[in-house]
Every structure is written in structure tokens, then in C-alpha cells.
């Protein structure tokens, strides 16, 4: 248990160090943001939430990290691991009242989570049983699969909020 507490408190940096991240990209874009080329729609679209789908999306945000978090730092999983990934995909489908396609995100974690058993157990295999370069360029190939994965989970998630926006429902917006 305490070992797990000490993973988590280091995601808990690595989300921080993310934002803090994010904030400094935004803040030099934002120098040289033009409002009269089509950017404007990407950022209109995330002025236009309300606050409601900005917790739907911060939570499919947060749990897309969680997922990349887990699978680069090759985490077995654990019974703690997968109540954060569900309570994340419960508050994300729940605010938005998208109960109809909670079971499908229930299944695409599920995915997730064995895709992360899967990496973590040949990373194991190749650091505690024998080394191979065709084990190690599969392992590569599976984590760069997943993060393709993990990506399209998140635009499908705001997807999702666009879609059950109501004030956005009348703009058309590309992203």
C-alpha cells in the first residue's frame, strides 16, 4: 500500500509538471495568437464550454495522463490503478449525462488496462528474463499503438462534450 501511495504521489508531480507545462506553451501561443485565422475556432470552442463540459474534459484529460503515466513508467497494475482510470470515465460520461456511452468507455478502459498488463509484463519479461531486440521493437510498437489509443479515447471524450454541448450544437467547429 505504501508503494502505491509513493506512485501516486508521483503522478500527482508529473500531472503538475504537465500544467505547468501546458501553461507555459499556452502563454506563448497566445503572443502570437492571430484572431483572424482559423485557430480562433479551437479556441472559441473551449470558451464556449460550460463548466460542466470542462469537467468532462479536464477528467478524460487527467485519466489520458493517468493511462500515459502508467504505461511509460511500466506500473503493474493494481486494483487502486483501475478505481482511479473508472472514477475518471465515471465523472467525465456522468456530467454531461452520457450515460448511453458509459458502458463503451467502461470497455475501452478495460482495453486500456489490459494494454497496460501487456506492457508491463514484457518489460518484465525482457528486464528480468532475457533480453531481445524483436521482444524490445514489439514492445515499442505495442506502447506506440497505445498512445495512439489513449488518443483517440480522448478526442473521442471531447467528442462526447462537444456533441452534448447545447450551446455548441449551433456552431459548426474543426479541429
Known amino acids: 500500500m505504501e508503494n502505491i501511495r509513493g506512485e501516486l504521489i508521483n503522478f500527482l508531480m508529473v500531472a503538475i509538471v504537465f500544467l505547468i507545462g501546458i501553461f507555459v506553451v499556452f502563454r506563448i501561443f497566445l503572443k502570437r495568437f492571430k484572431f ?3 485557430n480562433i475556432e ?3 470552442l473551449l470558451l464556449n464550454l460550460d463548466t460542466v463540459s470542462l469537467i468532462s474534459i479536464s477528467a478524460s484529460t487527467i485519466n489520458y495522463l493517468f493511462l500515459v503515466w502508467c504505461t511509460i513508467t511500466f506500473q503493474e497494475l493494481n486494483v487502486i490503478y483501475i478505481a482511479v482510470m473508472l472514477l475518471l470515465v465515471i ?3 456522468v456530467v454531461i449525462d452520457n450515460f448511453k456511452g458509459l458502458w463503451v468507455s467502461f470497455i475501452l478502459t478495460a482495453i486500456s488496462c489490459g494494454a497496460i498488463e501487456i506492457i508491463h509484463l514484457m518489460f ?3 528486464t528480468k528474463e532475457t533480453f531481445s531486440y524483436p521482444i524490445l521493437l514489439i ?3 505495442v506502447v506506440l499503438f497505445v498512445f495512439l489509443y489513449y488518443t483517440y479515447n480522448l478526442l473521442r471524450g471531447i ?3 462537444v ?3 447545447k450551446y455548441l450544437k449551433k456552431k459548426k467547429y474543426t479541429v
Open 36 to 38: 483572424d485565422t482559423k
Open 42 to 44: 479551437v479556441y472559441g
Open 91 to 93: 465523472i467525465s460520461d
Open 124 to 126: 518484465r519479461y525482457l
Open 139 to 141: 514492445l515499442c510498437l
Open 159 to 161: 467528442n462526447n462534450v
Open 163 to 165: 456533441v452534448k454541448n
